[in-house]
C-alpha cells in the first residue's frame, strides 16, 4: 500500500490535489448541492472540514477541472459553465469591536472586488456587496456564487461579551441581509459555521436558506466514514488498533452515517498514539464556565433529551446546555424519534476522546487542587487494577477531607448538592472507564456499573444528609442490578459508599463480591 502525505492543517482542495495527499471525495455531495437547490447552512464543530469543503464548492464553481480528475463528480459536471465566487471568510484574527468588524469585511469585499476585477462605487458595506454581486454577474454572464466560512465567529470570539456580541450580530446581519436582495443575480450561497444562530437574529429575510445540519443524507458531508479509514488510509491504519481507533475518534452523527473528526484521525496516523488532539486545540473554557455556572448535574450530561427547537436554538441571551454543548461538538445525536410529527433527541458524548477529557477538565475545575486530583486519578485507576478496596475508601476519604474550609464556604459549586455525587462520577468517567449510570435521578444518590479489567463493580454512593434512609449496600442489592450482569460470567463486586458532607468523609465502603460461576 502507497502512503501519501497526511493534509494536516491543510484546507486548500488544490494544495491536497496537486500534493498528492490523501484526500476523501466529498464531490458528491458538493454536486448534489449545486444541482438540488440555491442557498444552503451548515454548522459544523470547529476543526471539521468546513473550509476544505467550501473551498471544494468555489473551485468546482470557477471550473478547475483539472483538480476532479478522478473524483466522483468530475463527468457529471459541465465545466464549460465557469461561475464568479466570491468569498467571504472571518476565521482569520479576533476583532473586538463593530469597527474592527466593518474594517474586516471592508477587506474582505476589496480582496474579491481585486479578484473578480470590477469597482463597486458604494461607499456602505451592504451597497457595496449588493453592487459586487450586480457587477460579478453583469462581467462574467453568470450568476455569482457566495461562500461565507465561519459565518459566526466574530459573535462566538465575543459571547463573554454580550454588548459586544450584539454589535457583531448586527454588523453581520447588516453584510447577510444582502443575500436576499440579490436573489436574481446569486446562482449558489452556501454558509457554514459552528453555531447556529436563529434565522431572525442574524439571517432576517432569509427564508429558503436551507439548513443541511442534522439531515441524514449530509451527515457525513465532513468527516471520515469508516469505511474512508479502511480504503483511503488503509496504509496508516496498518500497525494501530483498529477498534481502539474507533472508540476514541469515531462516533460523530447527525442522524446518518457516523463519521470521525479529520483532524483527529490525522495526528493519530503522523504520532501513532492515542491523545485528545481534537480536544486540546480549544480549550473549552466558555463551556466548562457555563456548565459550573448552571450547576449541571454531570452524571446525566451524555444523556441530555432535546427537540429539534432546543437543539438549534441559540443566541447571545440564549444559550441552552443541550444547544451548545451539541452545536461545539461535545454532544452528537445518538437517536432521533419522531412523536406527534415532533423531531426528539437522545444525545451522547461522540467518543472517549470527548467523554474522558471533558471530564478530565470539569473535574480539575470542581476540584480545589489540580496536582492531587492528578494523583488522584492515577492512584483510582491503580487500586481498581489490583482490587484494593480498602486504599480505594482512603483514596475517596483523603480526596473530600483535604478540600480546604474555606474553599468549600467560598466556593458556590461545593454549596450545590448534586457536586459530591458529580465529582465521584467524574473520576472514573476521566479515566475514560466504561461507565452506565442505572440510577442517577436524585442529586444525592448515584448508582452505576464500571467495567474495567475483565470485571464489573457496581457502585452506589449517597449523600447521607440527602438520602438518608437505608445502608447503601443493601440499597444496591434489593435493586438487583448484578442480576443482568451475571450472564457475562466474570467477578462482580457491589460497592456500597456513604459520605457525609457535614462531616465532609467517607462514613462507610461496603464491598460484597461474586466470581465468576
Known amino acids: 500500500m502507497t502512503r501519501k502525505k497526511l493534509p494536516i492543517g491543510i484546507q486548500t482542495f488544490r494544495e491536497i490535489r496537486e500534493d498528492d495527499c490523501y484526500y476523501v471525495d466529498k464531490t458528491a455531495y458538493a454536486l448534489k448541492l449545486a444541482v438540488e437547490g440555491k442557498y444552503y447552512f451548515l454548522s459544523r464543530p470547529r476543526r471539521f472540514g468546513k473550509s476544505l469543503f467550501l473551498d471544494t464548492l468555489a473551485e468546482l464553481f470557477v471550473g478547475n477541472e483539472a483538480l476532479f480528475q478522478g473524483l466522483y463528480c468530475h463527468d457529471k459536471w459541465d ?11 472571518f476565521a482569520e484574527g479576533v476583532l473586538h469591536s463593530r469597527a474592527d468588524l466593518d474594517e474586516k469585511i471592508g477587506e474582505i469585499l476589496d480582496f474579491n472586488r481585486k479578484q473578480l476585477d470590477i469597482d463597486p462605487q458604494q461607499p456602505s458595506i451592504s451597497g457595496n456587496f449588493s453592487e459586487m454581486i450586480r457587477q460579478a454577474h453583469q462581467k462574467y454572464g453568470q450568476r455569482a456564487v457566495v461562500l461565507i466560512d465561519e459565518y459566526d465567529k466574530p459573535i462566538l470570539d465575543n459571547i463573554t461579551n454580550p454588548d459586544i456580541a450584539r454589535q457583531m450580530r448586527d454588523g453581520l446581519r447588516n453584510l447577510y441581509s444582502v443575500i436576499k436582495g440579490q436573489d436574481a443575480h446569486i446562482r449558489f450561497a452556501f454558509l457554514t459555521g459552528v453555531s447556529k444562530f436563529s434565522k431572525v437574529s442574524l439571517f432576517s429575510g432569509l427564508n429558503n436558506l436551507e439548513d443541511i445540519t442534522v439531515n441524514a443524507a449530509y451527515s457525513a458531508i465532513c468527516g471520515y466514514s469508516e469505511t474512508d479509514v479502511d480504503t483511503v488510509f488503509a496504509a496508516e491504519v496498518d500497525g494501530l488498533d483498529r477498534d481502539k481507533i474507533k472508540d476514541w475518534y469515531n462516533g460523530y452523527n447527525w442522524t446518518g452515517e457516523s463519521v470521525y473528526n479529520p483532524f483527529d484521525l490525522l495526528l493519530l496516523f503522523r504520532e501513532r498514539q492515542f491523545k485528545p488532539f481534537w480536544f486540546e486545540t480549544g480549550t473549552p473554557t466558555f463551556l466548562i464556565d457555563i ?61 472517549r476522546e470527548v467523554y474522558q477529557s471533558l471530564y478530565g477538565r470539569l473535574l480539575r475545575t470542581w476540584t480545589p487542587d489540580a496536582q492531587a486530583e492528578v494523583r488522584n486519578r492515577k492512584s483510582l485507576y491503580r487500586l481498581l487494577q489490583s482490587n484494593d478496596f480498602e486504599g480505594l475508601q482512603n483514596l475517596f476519604t483523603a480526596f473530600y477531607a483535604g478540600i480546604p474550609h474555606d474553599w468549600y464556604r467560598n466556593n458556590p459549586i461545593a454549596q450545590y448538592e448534586g457536586y459530591y455525587a458529580s465529582v465521584f462520577y467524574s473520576y472514573f468517567a476521566a479515566l475514560g472507564l466504561t461507565v452506565t449510570l442505572e440510577d442517577a435521578t436524585n442529586h444525592g444518590r448515584i448508582d452505576m456499573t464500571v467495567h474495567f479489567n475483565r470485571q464489573i463493580y457496581l457502585f452506589e454512593f449517597k449523600v447521607v444528609e440527602l438520602v438518608p434512609e437505608g445502608k447503601a449496600l443493601r440499597q444496591l442489592k434489593e435493586k438487583n442490578y448484578a442480576e443482568k450482569y451475571k450472564a457475562e460470567g466474570v467477578p462482580m463486586h457491589l460497592i456500597g459508599v456513604e459520605f457525609s458532607k457535614e462531616r465532609r468523609t467517607v462514613i462507610a465502603f461496603d464491598v460484597e463480591t461474586f466470581m465468576d460461576s
Request: glycine share 4%; aromatic share 14%.
Open 291 to 351: 456548565l459550573t455556572e448552571r450547576l449541571a448535574w454531570l452524571p446525566e450530561l451524555g444523556r441530555l433529551e432535546s427537540d429539534a427547537e432546543l437543539l438549534s436554538t441559540f443566541d447571545i441571551d440564549d444559550m441552552p446546555t443541550e444547544a451548545l454543548m451539541f452545536q461545539a461538538g461535545y454532544l452528537t445525536i445518538d437517536r432521533e424519534e419522531n412523536l406527534g410529527d415532533a423531531y426528539f433527541y437522545r444525545l451522547r458524548f461522540p467518543n
Open 79 to 89: 465545466w464549460t459553465r465557469q461561475y464568479p465566487v466570491i468569498r467571504i471568510s
